[in-house]
């Protein structure tokens, strides 16, 4: 961001709180430092996705002292909306890419002193099914992805990043139709209700199933698969789970 966006974003910062944030920073962390420790987070993990387009994380968590956090606390809406726009308006100038939703947290760390903050991000991808909450309900097994849950029942899911995916990731390292998991109605011996599998669908960039790269697996409670910058866990759920 230029010193003029900066400035932009102060003025439009003490117009929204009308300076009380502002006199109550005088000694802390500055919310313009804030700003630029976000913007710095943005620049340093961008990843080439093509000539004219770069993916940049989207989801922030600032890690502050208990007395900055707490001077925050009644502003912390206010600031989180200011800076994702602020980001926003960044990554457009720059080519960059989202891979979904801008979102930013304000967390507590009890290592940094006042006036010191740190960030942590992760390109996390918006995703999205046509799987219905009842659906979900009666599942005996169930994908959780990004915060997101879509059900596995007979016959399986599809994953990828196209229109025609059961579930679609919007990450640019996951295929159209990357992966398929399948599922079968489980044997009586074993006592499983449902048997479900993971195949790769001939992808560009292949799938990791508990950090090995395979083409095809059985996967069970807790196996994670990860696509592209994409992790999802699987959950087998039990009768009383719900």
Do not use: C
Request: hydrophobic residues 35%.
């Amino acid at each position: 961001m230029s010193g003029g966006g900066f400035q932009r974003f102060e003025n439009r910062l003490e117009s929204a709180i009308s300076g009380v944030f502002a006199r109550a920073f005088r000694s802390a962390v500055q919310p313009v430092e804030i700003s630029a420790a976000l913007q710095r987070e943005v620049d340093n993990n961008a990843q080439i996705l093509s000539r004219d387009r770069r993916l940049v994380p989207n989801d922030f968590h600032v890690e502050l002292s208990r007395s900055d956090l707490d001077r925050l606390a009644p502003y912390s809406s206010t600031l989180a909306q200011e800076m994702a726009d602020s980001l926003r308006d960044h990554a457009e100038q720059q080519s960059y890419v989202f891979p979904g939703p801008v979102s930013i947290d304000f967390e507590l760390a009890d290592d940094l002193p006042t006036g010191r903050l740190r960030v942590r991000s992760r390109a996390q991808a918006k995703v999205t099914s046509n799987a219905t909450n009842t659906q979900l309900g009666r599942a005996s097994a169930y994908l959780e992805v990004n915060g997101t849950h879509h059900p596995l029942a007979p016959p399986g899911l599809v994953i990828g990043r196209g229109t025609d995916a059961d579930v679609r990731i919007n990450d640019p390292g996951v295929s159209r139709r990357h992966i398929e998991f399948r599922v079968a109605t489980g044997r009586a011996e074993d006592g499983s209700p449902l048997l479900v599998s993971v195949h790769d669908l001939g992808s560009t960039n292949g799938m990791l199933v508990d950090g090995r790269k395979l083409a095809q697996s059985p996967v069970d409670d807790g196996t994670q698969v990860r696509i592209g910058n994409t992790t999802m866990t699987v959950r087998l759920v039990t009768e009383d789970a719900w």
